[in-house]
């Protein structure tokens, strides 16, 4: 099949995000590369991407690992755009963070390098978090691209997961300022809680922390009384933008709207019977966690719409763990 649009690199194709990303890209007419990581210990199954319309035709899988840079570079080679996923996930702090860090760090840092070797990559979107945003201290309704967490904060006050916020806070700083320092075009994606569908084979933790949220019930982060949140395919296409609108730059927030207990608990509780959230009054009397809103003013302001609202959201995300025997 002829490559309409060029050939794209998606790093960390296995997982909730870099998989639906690959399956927009296909569908929009790129070509993909895409890398999973052949760890014997870790193995990711890729073999799902295979079934995706265009796959056969226009998807190639390579091992490589974050822990050996250098090993990305047959998959980057002749792409026009890389998208950088691929990341170290541990919530569950199994290893120092100063560890978890490096890795991050020097898996992106050496990603980029390749992608000034390979001379066909015009951009690279990175991939971060609203970790990277969200723990500062200041105690913001609204939160834009200007805030960062601070690390020393997260080091100190150590809410769940804070490993990997450091990681995220320090490798976007340290992929922009590379960025800017050697001529290589680089923007940050930053999502908020992902919610929807997936075809990955394993339960994604965000779609797995909003399902807990949308019941009451108390996850790794703990109990959730507020939180931001997009559909997955907007992120897919967010990403796709990005890469399509060479005179954004920077970072971007991708939100589409912060959503309550109340409010997703009443969707929930009014199409689908057989769960029953935790009412508002119950919970009212329990501390719970209330995340700052992401505005997505920036992205929208470069012309980017959102198409998923919060319906689209619980209904794809349910139907989806009910086909594959989650709930």
Not at 75 to 94: L, N, Q, R, W, Y
Not at 182 to 189: F, K, W
Not at 220 to 230: E, N, R, T
Request: hydrophobic share 40%; net charge negative.
């Amino acid at each position: 099949m002829e490559e309409s649009k060029g050939r794209v690199c998606v790093t960390g194709g296995a997982g909730y995000i870099a998989s639906w990303i690959i399956k927009r890209l296909l569908q929009d007419g790129y070509s993909v590369n895409t890398t999973v990581r052949p760890d014997p210990v870790h193995e990711e199954d890729a073999s799902f991407l295979y079934y995706l319309p265009g796959a056969s035709q226009r998807l190639q899988v390579f091992n490589a690992d974050l822990n050996i840079p250098e090993s990305f570079s047959a998959a980057i080679e002749g792409c026009i755009g890389v998208f950088h996923v691929a990341t170290p996930v541990d919530f569950e702090s199994k290893e120092p963070e100063e560890i978890v860090s490096k890795r991050s760090i020097d898996g992106a840092l050496g990603i980029l390098k390749a992608c000034l070797n390979s001379k066909s990559a015009k951009r690279v979107v990175y991939t971060s978090s609203s970790s990277a945003v969200f723990y500062n201290g200041k105690e913001e309704e609204v939160m834009d691209e200007n805030f960062w967490s601070d690390v020393d904060y997260l080091r100190s006050s150590k809410p769940f997961g804070w490993p990997y916020a450091v990681s995220k806070t320090l490798t976007e700083m340290a992929v922009l300022e590379f960025g800017e320092q050697n001529g290589l075009d680089v923007v940050t994606l930053i999502p908020t809680f992902v919610f929807g569908p997936f075809i990955c084979p394993k339960l994604p933790s965000s779609v797995d922390a909003t399902l807990n949220f949308a019941f009451g019930d108390k996850g790794p982060f703990g109990l959730l009384l507020q939180a931001p949140m997009v559909h997955v395919d907007d992120v897919a296409r967010a990403y796709i933008f990005l890469l399509e609108h060479s005179n954004l730059k920077g970072r971007y927030n991708c939100s589409q709207c912060l959503v309550t207990h109340e409010r997703i608990s009443e969707l929930v509780s009014a199409k689908y019977q057989k769960f029953q959230p935790q009412t508002v009054d119950s919970l009212k009397q329990i501390e719970g966690i209330k995340l700052s809103d992401l505005s997505s003013k920036k992205l929208i302001d470069a012309g980017f719409v959102f198409k998923c609202g919060l319906e689209e959201m619980v209904d794809d995300a349910i139907q989806c763990c009910q086909e594959k025997g989650y709930i």
